[in-house]
């Protein structure tokens, strides 16, 4: 496969690169695609781009992998052919307020019906958000349906073709969304109380210099960041979500790939996203909707090679693994406690309209605040029940109820959570 793009580098510094911007201007929180503009971040014509970054976040470096290894065209546009979302989803009153979304483009999945012209033009004008239909199959689903906890409706549970030993399994039906980051930058630093030009200046430093546009091209507003996409569930109806009548129950979770897909037993992660969508089920079948939101920060946004670490930290120490040692040693290792910042995760939320939770699946305090403070009302939270909190991961759990993690039970005093103890790393 022959490469068409020029084999001339030329840096974004460069003298006239400023003016291209104005082809597009983006008008963050228009009230239509149009006025907004198109986000362009695609480099079949470098020219055309009004966008900082590039699509599909961290997977964009294996799409410069399939280009240099002759597998991918370096001018390759997608057919966007039968793309389109297969259930509305807003506009909502949120995608029309640059201070409630601000790091997703609301119109993302919109494209190839908002600038049909454009695309007819020759734009590369491409979707960062794709929302299609699914059914889910989870053992410990099957584990409630055989106890009877879970009941097969038959559009939102139903019967599989599917068999175990002679069996039947079951599918949940779902509407599902895959959304990538767009972060309109003078927002974004404003909701971290810094300015553009610092916020600019860090992401190019901590980034090794990866995107120069940060500081060469102030003009270019809108930044898609080398990051893991947001993945939402819905369960029932999506006219619902909205609807002030119907029961809504959400779950807000943080990737953690040793329990969502391993089961490893020394947290909760995995035993409270099955709650969190069993309640989600739960709430559809009455004729409301449950939502699961998945956002890709493993480990507490420090990544997987950052939180082993801290594990083997926890076990070596003197002592064993204690829970009231549980911060301190992440702190040690990583230099902070938690790097998920909630403050940018209610926008996914805003996208689908939410303005009031009727059961939030989760005891953080951090991304309680942040939902509420952007002025989405929670009615319950609801907290994991012990029975589902693996014996190791008591380590865990009792740290955060003593950080402030909301519970309606007994939190244990200093003295106490040191003898909550975690079992030894050859165990």
């Not at 969502?260 to 559809?284: H, M, N, W």
């Not at 040690?332 to 790097?339: K, L, P, T, W």
């Not at 955060?400 to 003898?419: I, M, N, Q, S």
Request: include cysteine; proline fraction near 5%.
């Amino acid at each position: 496969m022959h490469h068409k793009r020029s084999a001339h580098v030329v840096l974004t510094s460069h003298p006239g690169q400023a003016q291209q911007s104005s082809l597009f201007p983006i008008h963050w929180g228009a009230k239509t695609a149009r006025e907004r503009g198109p986000l362009i971040a695609t480099n079949t014509n470098p020219l055309q781009r009004n966008v900082i970054g590039a699509h599909s976040g961290s997977y964009s470096v294996y799409r410069a992998l399939a280009m240099a290894a002759g597998k991918l065209a370096d001018d390759f546009k997608p057919d966007l052919t039968n793309t389109e979302p297969v259930e509305k989803i807003g506009p909502h009153p949120q995608w029309f307020d640059p201070n409630k979304i601000t790091s997703l483009d609301p119109w993302g999945a919109n494209v190839a019906s908002e600038f049909k012209k454009e695309l007819k033009a020759g734009y590369d004008i491409r979707p960062t958000i794709a929302v299609t239909k699914a059914h889910i199959q989870m053992s410990e689903l099957e584990d409630s349906i055989r106890a009877g906890e879970l009941k097969v409706d038959g559009k939102i549970v139903k019967e599989s073709n599917a068999t175990s030993h002679g069996e039947i399994l079951h599918d949940v039906a779902v509407t599902k969304a895959a959304i990538e980051s767009v972060w309109y930058l003078p927002k974004v630093a404003e909701t971290f109380g810094t300015t553009e030009g610092e916020l600019r200046k860090i992401l190019f430093q901590e980034t090794g210099g990866m995107f120069p546009e940060l500081v060469t091209r102030h003009d270019l507003k809108a930044f898609m960041p080398p990051i893991g996409s947001t993945t939402v569930y819905i369960f029932g109806d999506v006219k619902a979500i909205t609807d002030p009548k119907k029961e809504l129950t959400v779950r807000v979770h943080d990737e953690c790939n040793g329990s969502d897909v391993f089961g490893s037993d020394i947290c909760t992660c995995r035993p409270y996203l099955i709650q969190g969508i069993e309640a989600a089920i739960k709430t559809a079948q009455k004729g409301g909707a449950g939502v699961i939101v998945y956002y890709r920060k493993e480990g507490r946004a420090l990544g997987e090679v950052t939180k082993f670490l801290v594990y083997n930290a926890r076990k070596r120490q003197e002592g064993g693994d204690s829970a009231s040692t549980y911060f301190h040693r992440t702190e040690c290792v990583a230099g902070v406690q938690d790097m998920r910042f909630q403050q940018l995760m209610p926008d996914v939320l805003h996208w689908l309209g939410i303005t009031r939770i009727t059961n939030f699946i989760s005891m953080s305090n951090m991304k309680y605040d942040a939902i509420v403070n952007s002025g989405i009302k929670i009615i319950n939270r609801v907290e994991i029940p012990i029975d589902r909190i693996p014996a190791d991961a008591s380590v865990e759990m009792e740290a955060k109820k003593a950080a402030g993690y909301f519970t309606p039970g007994a939190v244990k005093k200093k003295k106490d959570l040191k003898k909550v103890k975690g079992r030894g790393l050859y165990e």
